[in-house]
């Protein structure tokens, strides 16, 4: 019994694991630095291109001729509605936007007005109103007080009694308000009597010799700005009348 507890005792522990070698463990990995991410960069926007010029013109829609008939063409004109033509095309507002207008004028002249409207467009001059005169019921009145641009109107001259050159669309009013007719100390209309100071430079006025002027030059219309016995300064015609 001795001899087994002896037996025991000297009997060798069990193995235990060898402490873990330290040079065995890897190092700690460098982790790189978090790298600066630049700003977002505002890509400036793609330029706008200016809006472009439209211009067209062709026969009076018979939509259109329903309108005029009564109002600013009747029976007995001088010209017949398949002699005229519609004209639409862009231009610059006072207010500085880009808008679509239209006249009536004598289908034989309406290439020519297109193009005075494309340099006129081009030169930035600014309009008030474009409209067909039937628009404003053929009231010449009302049309000048309005500033509305516009062409053929089948009725008599300012003071007389024969037909004026609008009844044949030979004509156009540019900006009446702001270019009105003067006569002595008459003007017309009365709304744009400050106006007869021709010196004010306001945009919409014509000037002698200026971009309006010079565009209706180039198609052989003159302007009543240039008559002596009054100043029709609204006023371009193919006559000359």
């Known amino acids: 019994m001795l001899f087994l ?14 402490a ?10 460098d982790v790189p630095a978090v790298v600066d991410v630049p700003a977002v960069v505002d890509v400036p926007a793609a330029p706008v291109p200016p809006p472009a010029f439209v211009g067209a013109h062709g026969p009076i829609p018979e939509a259109m001729r329903a309108l005029m008939r009564g109002v600013t063409w009747r029976e007995g004109c001088p010209v017949s509605l398949d002699d005229l033509a519609l004209v639409t095309v862009s231009v610059h507002t006072l207010g500085g936007a880009v808008q679509t207008g239209q006249v009536v004028v ?12 494309r340099q006129l ?35 008599k001259k300012t003071g007389g009694s024969s037909y004026s050159e ?38 919409g006025m014509i000037v002698a010799d200026g971009v309006v002027e010079q565009a209706f030059r180039d198609i052989g219309w003159r302007w009543g700005g240039r008559w002596r016995s009054l100043k029709d300064y609204q006023h371009f015609s193919a006559t000359g009348r």
């Open 5 to 18: 507890l002896l037996a025991c005792l000297s009997a060798a522990p069990p193995a235990v694991d060898a």
């Open 20 to 29: 873990p070698n330290l040079s065995d463990v890897p190092a700690v990995v």
């Open 106 to 117: 004598a289908a034989a002249h309406a290439d020519g007005v297109v193009g005075v409207f």
């Open 121 to 155: 467009f081009d030169a930035d001059f600014a309009f008030t109103k474009v409209a067909p005169a039937h628009v404003y019921g053929g009231d010449d009145n009302a049309l000048m007080a309005g500033d509305v641009t516009s062409a053929f109107n089948c009725r």
């Open 166 to 203: 609008h009844s044949y669309g030979h004509a156009i009013d540019i900006n009446p308000l702001r270019n009105p007719y003067v006569k002595g100390t008459r003007v017309l209309p009365p709304e744009g009597a400050r106006f007869a100071d021709r010196t004010l430079g306001e945009p």
